[in-house]
């Protein structure tokens, strides 16, 4: 009897691993039509502002890395493929709510509010709604991080843009004329976003002016988005991943003083045309390796940082034969 119940619940087991889903294809093509046909309605709703930000992402090169950020979230949701396919949806009707609110307050806050940024904020909140109303509080828990992720491809509002880059493009022309003083027979002194520089007596005109694209916010908002994805695609504790979020922002100061740093000397050592232009993009390209070099590093000294208990004492076991 008991070997009949161990043989019909192994039976079960491999029936139900049988059945798993594990490809997208997988899904029934009525499931399919739905996501199609939701998929319609809110691009048909919210088209002008979708075609806003695109806009924005094409025309300023600050926000171009936004086309990413719907691919890294599609990435997201694949890295859970086999939990989301395989859960039990249940509608949650306090999602059909929030939708309704959603639905209701963008175009309150186009008419009456006029908050530019809180549109597309309304747009990522209705679309966390419609997957709260139709898969329930279980399919949130794989889908939250990928929705919130959009946020990072929002441009932000101007002010508050500028506001944030000027203190960083001051930072950055302060540290690069001090490492530029180093040079012998060069004197280099930052006044606000500008470097002056006397080099054997003599003043290099124009000055080093620290643009906007130099402001370090481009690197810092990539950064930002790609220390979030980087932090939730590996298993970590809660603190490393925290830690591995907030050292985007002064990785992307340190590698923005690099390339300030860098493109003076090669204004003055080498040559103006080196600085300005193509060469001044490629630069700034070159940072990235830089940071994805100090996230590393930083990740694996966290890694090796602690040492977890229970792998520690299964390293210590000894299993030992006895003699017959």
């Given at each position: 009897?008991?070997?009949?119940?161990?043989?019909?619940?192994?039976?079960?087991?491999?029936?139900?691993?049988?059945?798993?889903?594990?490809?997208?294809?997988?899904?029934?093509?009525?499931?399919?039509?739905?996501?199609?046909?939701?998929?319609?309605?809110?691009?048909?709703?919210?088209?002008?502002?979708?075609?806003?930000?695109?806009?924005?992402?094409?025309?300023?090169?600050?926000?171009?890395?936004?086309?990413?950020?719907?691919?890294?979230?599609?990435?997201?949701?694949?890295?859970?493929?086999?939990?989301?396919?395989?859960?039990?949806?249940?509608?949650?009707?306090?999602?059909?709510?929030?939708?309704?609110?959603?639905?209701l307050f963008y175009p309150f806050n186009i008419v009456h509010l006029q908050y530019?940024?809180?549109?597309?904020?309304?747009?990522?909140?209705?679309?966390?709604?419609?997957?709260?109303?139709?898969?329930?509080?279980?399919?949130?828990?794989?889908?939250?991080?990928?929705?919130?992720?959009?946020?990072?491809?929002?441009?932000?509002?101007?002010?508050?843009?500028?506001?944030?880059?000027?203190?960083?493009?001051?930072?950055?022309?302060?540290?690069?004329?001090?490492?530029?003083?180093?040079?012998?027979?060069?004197?280099?002194?930052?006044?606000?976003?500008?470097?002056?520089?006397?080099?054997?007596?003599?003043?290099l005109e124009p000055a080093l002016d620290v643009a906007e694209a130099c402001s370090g916010m481009r690197l810092l908002l990539a950064f930002m988005?790609?220390?979030?994805?980087?932090?939730?695609?590996?298993?970590?504790?809660?603190?490393?991943?925290?830690?591995?979020?907030?050292?985007?922002?002064?990785?992307?100061?340190?590698?923005?003083?690099?390339?300030?740093?860098?493109?003076?000397?090669?204004?003055?050592?080498?040559?103006?045309?080196?600085?300005?232009?193509?060469?001044?993009?490629?630069?700034?390209?070159?940072?990235?390796?830089?940071?994805?070099?100090?996230?590393?590093?930083?990740?694996?000294?966290?890694?090796?940082?602690?040492?977890?208990?229970?792998?520690?004492?299964?390293?210590?076991?000894?299993?030992?034969?006895?003699?017959?």
């Amino acid at each position: 009897m008991l070997e009949n119940t161990v043989s019909f619940t192994a039976l079960n087991r491999d029936t139900e691993s049988h059945l798993r889903k594990e490809h997208w294809r997988e899904l029934s093509i009525h499931v399919y039509v739905k996501i199609f046909v939701i998929g319609v309605l809110f691009v048909f709703l919210f088209r002008s502002e979708i075609d806003d930000i695109i806009n924005r992402w094409i025309t300023d090169s600050s926000w171009s890395h936004g086309f990413l950020i719907p691919l890294f979230s599609l990435y997201f949701i694949d890295q859970h493929k086999q939990d989301i396919l395989n859960l039990r949806t249940m509608p949650n009707y306090l999602g059909l709510l929030l939708l309704i609110c959603g639905i209701l307050f963008y175009p309150f806050n186009i008419v009456h509010l006029q908050y530019g940024y809180l549109r597309p904020m309304v747009v990522i909140a209705t679309l966390g709604a419609i997957v709260l109303f139709l898969g329930g509080w279980r399919l949130v828990k794989y889908t939250w991080l990928p929705i919130a992720f959009l946020v990072f491809a929002v441009p932000l509002p101007q002010r508050y843009y500028n506001s944030l880059t000027d203190p960083m493009r001051r930072w950055a022309a302060t540290v690069a004329s001090g490492l530029l003083n180093l040079i012998p027979d060069l004197e280099a002194s930052a006044t606000g976003k500008v470097i002056d520089v006397f080099y054997r007596g003599q003043s290099l005109e124009p000055a080093l002016d620290v643009a906007e694209a130099c402001s370090g916010m481009r690197l810092l908002l990539a950064f930002m988005a790609l220390g979030v994805a980087m932090a939730y695609l590996r298993e970590r504790r809660l603190w490393q991943r925290l830690v591995l979020v907030a050292s985007t922002v002064p990785i992307a100061i340190v590698c923005n003083i690099v390339r300030v740093t860098a493109t003076g000397f090669i204004y003055i050592l080498i040559h103006p045309k080196y600085a300005q232009g193509i060469y001044h993009d490629m630069l700034g390209m070159a940072m990235l390796p830089l940071a994805f070099g100090l996230y590393g590093l930083l990740a694996l000294f966290m890694s090796n940082l602690f040492v977890d208990e229970s792998e520690a004492g299964a390293e210590d076991i000894v299993i030992r034969k006895r003699d017959t």
